[in-house]
């Protein structure tokens, strides 16, 4: 006769078989990414059980500063980064083995007021030239934010050189803009709407309308070794997140409560603001383009193969 635990066990596995849920253990991963929209479709991945489906034992981690992922990767804190592509292609060319796996969000027209320069409230700085000698706050040297902000300086025939970046990250960028401790903060949703919507700082400046659609503004990376040695977890999450990134196009108010969630970030905030465009895709042309900025700005010792830099 069998025991009642033998039985048990048996039943348990025929459920999980014609579930279609893993009977096993699932793929531990942790995924970075600092307080911005750009990674909804991480977010909803794990709030919809799209990752748990996928076989993955999933969970968010929230980055302070985005020049901080590609350490975190390094110490296997995290397995899967969200860093800019301009945080990604700097470490890379520092030597550093970190392959994209996946897209998050990219650039288009209908979301470059997404991203601002914000002044605080009352300020002289009007326009491009005005920030020469400022001391303007950055969610990290080198990101995304920092490296098309400069751009669109020298589009306006202003050398960043001589603007003072420091580093701020996005939950203090309204306590340190309120007290005077910048002139400004190159910063994006949801936060942009937290400080224009407290009255701290008005926008002086939306930088990505020159950027062309397309363009990726975080992707997923991971490093090389994680990713050739865990293939099958990284076809699970690629899955994953294509699947979520249909869902946060598609229903943007259900994304924004995942990102209030991971964020922390009021959903009354959120309410008011656009999301990023959620891309899963991740192409060689799409880094080519972001090596041809940072090279402009002499931000690069070497050329990136691009092609090189995407987990196949």
Not at 224 to 247: M, Q, V, Y
């Amino acid at each position: 006769m069998k025991s009642f635990g033998s039985v048990a066990f048996g039943a348990a596995l025929v459920v999980a078989a014609f579930s279609g849920a893993p009977a096993f253990a699932q793929t531990k991963i942790a995924i970075g990414c600092t307080a911005t929209t750009d990674c909804a479709s991480a977010a909803v991945a794990l709030e919809d059980g799209i990752f748990k489906k996928n076989g993955l034992d999933a969970e968010l981690v929230l980055i302070g500063l985005n020049s901080n992922i590609p350490a975190a990767l390094l110490s296997d804190s995290i397995q899967i980064g969200g860093p800019t592509p301009s945080v990604f292609l700097q470490a890379a060319d520092g030597g550093l083995d970190l392959v994209a796996v996946a897209g998050a969000s990219s650039t288009a027209k209908s979301t470059v007021d997404s991203a601002a320069v914000v002044t605080p409230a009352g300020s002289a700085v009007k326009d491009a030239k005005d920030f020469e000698g400022k001391k303007v706050g950055a969610p990290g040297i080198g990101a995304f934010l920092h490296v098309l902000f400069s751009q669109w300086l020298i589009d306006k025939g202003v050398d960043p050189k001589k603007v003072n970046f420091v580093e701020v990250t996005f939950p203090t960028m309204n306590d340190v803009l309120k007290s005077g401790a910048v002139d400004a903060v190159v910063t994006a949703e949801p936060m942009l709407s937290r400080i224009v919507g407290s009255g701290t700082g008005t926008v002086a400046g939306y930088y990505l309308e020159s950027i062309p659609d397309g363009r990726p503004q975080i992707l997923y990376a991971s490093t090389r070794s994680w990713a050739d040695a865990n293939p099958e977890a990284l076809t699970a999450f690629r899955a994953s997140i294509d699947e979520a990134a249909k869902i946060v196009n598609a229903d943007p108010e259900k994304a924004k409560g995942a990102i209030s969630r991971f964020t922390k970030i009021p959903l009354d905030v959120l309410s008011k603001m656009k999301l990023s465009v959620s891309d899963p895709k991740i192409e060689a042309e799409q880094l080519e383009w972001w090596v041809g900025v940072m090279d402009r700005q002499d931000m690069l010792q070497l050329k990136p193969d691009a092609a090189n830099l995407i987990q196949k």
